[in-house]
């Protein structure tokens, strides 16, 4: 199966960013959960390309088809260094012992029940995924040996409603008015982490994620099912009346900014906050449009009213995470696209029920 990887035209800064965390590594495995999820999985893949060793944790939910998850498994499995362990987070217990057992010093905490929407018929599928899990994640990593980094995920939803600014949204910017259960349990997380390191001394980086898309997707976002429903020739919902903006960011350009974070560790006591965004909101209707170019394909577009939990816009001031490692957003929303859409179809030519 063709891997999709991550592009390396990129000035030689992938080869620089290597040669640099040779002088961070540590010898002792990477825990990653969520690792059979969109970002999980490109994670791993990058810090085992780069001789990692790493351990998997996902327990496949059916919040969508487990089947994606599945095949993005598929292309770890086998490669040296990577070994994955079925269960679920909140089973604080076993958690705590794969990380006590693995003498693991460094966790990417990216599993989580994703999803604006499916929080407003499912709220305790959030408090158990959300906040049991990330307390079991914060316990197993203060009770393991010479810990040195929890990079767990955060999410944009954390800011709410709010007007564009040139600006964008700063890590500095209020989120006490979360307006749906998902941002709230996001912003819990944040908050259970800040507690920890200033009671235990735990060392975290929070990532603020921005509308991640890309090659192995997840099918719940709008670019995945507009694809799917301009190549069906189907009617695709366009929510907000298509005045909506998101900053889009490139799966590739993500793991340049978790692993570098996770190469950078804060003092003892230390739990920042860092968006990673690409730093350039788009209309909905300007991607829906360079979806219809890219796939050849006019949409039939029906304009629907706001739903419940959305907000209007989302643009991230990624100056911080820029300070701390040079991070520079690379891929623009025409070139992700189309890159997307290179890989839906070779996925679903092989693969159609997923």
């Known amino acids: 199966m063709t891997s999709f990887g991550p592009v390396r035209s990129n000035g030689g800064r992938e080869e620089d960013s290597m040669k640099e965390a040779d002088s961070m590594r540590d010898e002792a495995p990477v825990v990653i959960t969520g690792v059979a999820g969109f970002i999980g999985r490109a994670v791993a893949e990058r810090l085992l390309d780069r001789g990692e060793t790493v351990v998997g944790i996902d327990s496949f939910t059916d919040y969508y088809d487990p089947a994606l998850k599945e095949a993005r498994v598929t292309t770890l499995a086998g490669r040296a260094g990577f070994s994955l362990r079925r269960l679920d987070v909140a089973d604080a217990d076993v958690f705590a012992a794969i990380v006590r057992n693995a003498g693991a010093r460094r966790v990417v905490h990216l599993a989580a029940q994703a999803g604006v929407r499916y929080s407003i018929d499912h709220p305790f599928a959030y408090g158990h995924a959300n906040l049991q899990g990330h307390l079991s994640v914060l316990e197993a990593c203060r009770h393991a040996p010479n810990f040195r980094h929890l990079v767990y995920a955060s999410s944009s939803s954390v800011y709410g409603e709010r007007p564009l600014s040139e600006r964008g949204f700063s890590e500095d910017d209020p989120v006490d008015a979360p307006v749906s259960l998902y941002a709230a349990t996001k912003r819990s997380g944040e908050l259970m982490s800040a507690a920890y390191a200033h ?156």
Do not use: C
């Not at 975290?204 to 890309?214: A, K, P």
């Not at 005045?243 to 804060?266: K, W």
């Not at 909905?284 to 796939?295: P, V």
């Open 199 to 354: 009671l235990y001394g735990l060392p975290q980086s929070g990532l603020r994620f921005f509308t991640v898309y890309g090659p192995w997707g997840r099918p719940d976002m709008a670019y995945f099912g507009f694809t799917r429903g301009i190549l069906r020739g189907e009617p695709i919902d366009v929510f907000g009346e298509g005045a909506m903006s998101r900053d889009f960011t490139y799966i590739d350009d993500i793991v340049d900014g978790v692993v570098n974070v996770l190469d950078r560790p804060p003092s003892a006591g230390e739990a920042r906050l860092l968006n990673i965004g690409g730093g350039r909101p788009r209309g909905l209707l300007t991607m829906i449009g360079i979806l219809e170019e890219t796939l050849g394909v006019k949409a039939k577009r029906r304009l629907r009213p706001m739903q419940p939990g959305d907000v209007s816009a989302t643009f991230a001031d990624v100056s911080r995470l820029s300070a701390l490692t040079g991070y520079a957003p690379r891929i623009v929303l025409e070139d992700g696209l189309r890159r997307f859409a290179e890989w839906y179809r070779h996925f679903h030519a092989m693969q159609p029920a997923v």
